[in-house]
Structures are given as C-alpha cells and as structure tokens.
C-alpha cells in the first residue's frame, strides 16, 4: 500500500513517548503501532493529533492508528 515514514522520541524518565507518522494515501483497514516501553511500563493514556484516542491495548503494547485521521499523525503515549 506503499511507504510509510515515522520518528519516535522516547521520553521514558518523563513517561511519555512521542511519535510521529507519516501514511501513504492508500491504507489498509487497521494500523497497529508497537510501543514496548521499558521496565515494564503500560500504555496509560494516548493522544492522536492533540485529542484524546481510547483506541489502544495496554497488555500488547499497540495502539491502532486512525486511517481515516489523515496521512501525517503525531502521537504521544503516556506510561504509567
């Protein structure tokens, strides 16, 4: 469905991990983006865009990308 780009910033001793990712303009149905953090840490909140996003899965470590928010996404995974 063609290239993807991304940059993921890890900000552990803060909590957090910033991602950004670019898709191309065809996409399959469902996007899953692993976030493994160290220590054991789970996924405790996400934001897509600024806004709140409920669409993850803390015992797998994913977070399912919204295809139909556009085709550049910024994210930030907040760990517990």
Do not use: M
């Amino acid at each position: 469905w063609g290239p993807v780009a991304f940059s993921i910033a890890s900000h552990v001793t803060a909590g957090s991990v910033a991602a950004q990712v670019d898709l191309p303009p065809r996409n399959p149905d469902v996007i899953r983006l692993r976030l493994r953090a160290p220590g054991g840490a789970r996924i405790q909140r996400v934001q897509v865009n600024g806004r709140e996003w409920n669409q993850f899965d803390a015992g797998e470590e994913t977070v399912t990308i919204p295809t139909d928010a556009g085709r550049h996404l910024q994210l930030e995974i907040c760990y517990r």
